[in-house]
């Protein structure tokens, strides 16, 4: 788009409501100097002289400028205009058109019209072949962010991965490739808290029974207050609310904002770990196994849920039972390094 033809068109217009006075001062600039002809300024002023219902304007414009071979010619505008003026096409003229518009190499740009379809079934073959072109640069440019996708991460970089899922969900809003790589990683998310998890991390520490400063408990009340409210008016941020409370270590509050979220998978995984920290373990038993069947179709629902059923039998005192179960995990899965760091410490104990 041109701006010196858009800002001169609104300078225009704020001036005098006539049409025909606006085409024709438009017409006087373009033409008052050879810079002026280059794609952008003609296509907006094209633009404009359709979308004003000019089109007899544009045609005689266009026409008078053609032995002008640095003339470009904004296809498929010319070919609304000759469509809407009051022209009765002769096969010689559709003829010449055609030949002018494969000689410039502008089929694509001619097919965006369709006002000649009467004359010229060419027309839709080319406008065939440019949705093809399209459908074909949509897939090769959404499989090359996607291999982009991969790499980032395979080499674990988390940030980087979430602005280009971001930057793709624009592109590709309603792309089912698209939702579903947004929904696993959000489910890796919750997974990661798993793994990073340290088990001495649920052990008591002596820091944790310092008095804590009030003035910093009651800022951290009205944060968490204010991630519950607003959760409950945006629904679409409750997990993402949820996530601030769990690394504020205020599990109860994140299970309290969780619960605004759509149940979704990521949902499921997040729920079972702010579970396991709320040290509410007959309720996680219940809802991994919930789970299991719920992801049974996910090949890593087997390790994940494991992993947290011997978390919550060690917890509830079934401690010969949690290590059975993690020592199941880990003869499916030898280097899963957190379950083998946890049955060390277990067995130590």
């Known amino acids: 788009m041109s701006n010196f033809i858009e800002l001169e068109i609104q300078n225009l217009l704020n001036q005098t409501q006539d049409l025909d006075e606006v085409a024709a001062r ?22 404009f002289l359709n979308f004003s219902g000019k089109h007899q304007k544009l045609v005689e414009f266009i026409l008078s400028h053609l032995e002008n071979e640095s003339f470009p010619i904004p296809w498929p505008y ?24 494969i000689e410039s190499g502008a089929e694509a740009e001619a097919a965006r019209s369709q006002a000649l379809n009467k004359y010229e079934p060419l027309l839709g073959e080319w406008r065939s072949n440019r949705k093809y072109k399209i459908h074909k640069d949509y897939l090769k440019n959404k499989k090359i962010l996607l291999d982009m996708l991969i790499t980032l991460r395979t080499q674990q970089l988390y940030e980087q991965e979430k602005h280009l899922l971001q930057r793709l969900q624009k592109l590709y809003p309603d792309d089912s490739d698209i939702q579903r790589e947004t929904r696993e990683h959000k489910q890796r998310y919750a997974l990661e808290i798993l793994s ?29 207050s204010s991630l519950l409210e607003h959760a ?18 205020s599990y ?97 104990q």
């Open 26 to 47: 438009l017409t006087s600039t373009i033409e008052s100097s050879p810079d002026h002809f280059n794609l952008d300024n003609i296509t907006a002023f094209a633009r």
């Open 78 to 101: 010319f070919l609304e205009a000759l469509g809407h003026a009051t022209l009765d096409l002769d096969e010689k003229t559709v003829k010449a058109l055609l030949e002018g518009i």
């Open 196 to 224: 990073r998890r340290s088990p001495k991390a649920r052990e008591a520490n002596t820091d944790d029974l310092e008095q804590k400063d009030p003035e910093t408990e009651e800022a951290l009340r009205a944060l968490l």
């Open 232 to 249: 409950e008016q945006d629904p679409e941020m409750a997990f993402d609310f949820a996530i601030v409370a769990f690394m504020l270590e």
């Open 252 to 348: 109860e509050a994140a299970l309290e904002i969780l619960e605004f979220s759509e149940q979704t998978e990521s949902y499921l995984w997040l729920r079972l770990e702010i579970l396991l920290k709320c040290r509410r373990f007959v309720e996680l038993l219940t809802e991994v196994a919930q789970v299991e069947m719920l992801l049974s179709h996910e090949p890593e629902t087997f390790f994940a849920t494991a992993y947290l059923r011997a978390q919550a039998l060690w917890g509830l005192g079934q401690k010969h039972t949690a290590i059975e179960v993690m020592e199941g995990l880990l003869a499916s899965r030898p280097h899963y390094r957190a379950a083998s760091a946890l049955l060390n410490i277990w067995s130590g």
